[in-house]
């Protein structure tokens, strides 16, 4: 059954130390999985899309399975707070 994907930019803090990293919650209906932002980036990328390609990059089973569904369904995704049709996104699934 066809369900939206929701990647949400996040940053970690560990409450311990205080050592921050960035990544991405990646979730759907029936899972969810965190890809962290590469170490060679200091920040999380301000383009949804580009967001969304490091996402499509993550070699973590979970996000990946869930983006499969995206494509497999032609569902919207949520980046953040805004909806990507299908449409908007399909370009990128075609590499």
């Not at 205080?18 to 920040?43: C, H, Q, S, T």
């Not at 979970?62 to 949520?78: G, K, M, N, Q, R």
Request: hydrophobic share 40%; net charge negative; aromatic share 12%.
């Amino acid at each position: 059954m066809p369900n939206q994907a929701f990647i949400i930019p996040t940053k970690f803090e560990n409450i311990r130390n205080g050592k921050v990293n960035y990544g991405f919650r990646v979730f759907d209906d029936y899972a969810e999985g965190i890809v962290w932002l590469p170490y060679d980036m200091e920040k999380i990328p301000e383009d949804d899309l580009e967001c969304l390609q490091l996402v499509m990059n993550s070699e973590d089973e979970i996000p990946i399975s869930i983006l499969d569904h995206v494509l497999e369904y032609e569902t919207p995704a949520i980046i953040g707070d805004v909806t990507y049709s299908w449409d908007q996104i399909k370009h990128l699934f075609e590499d």
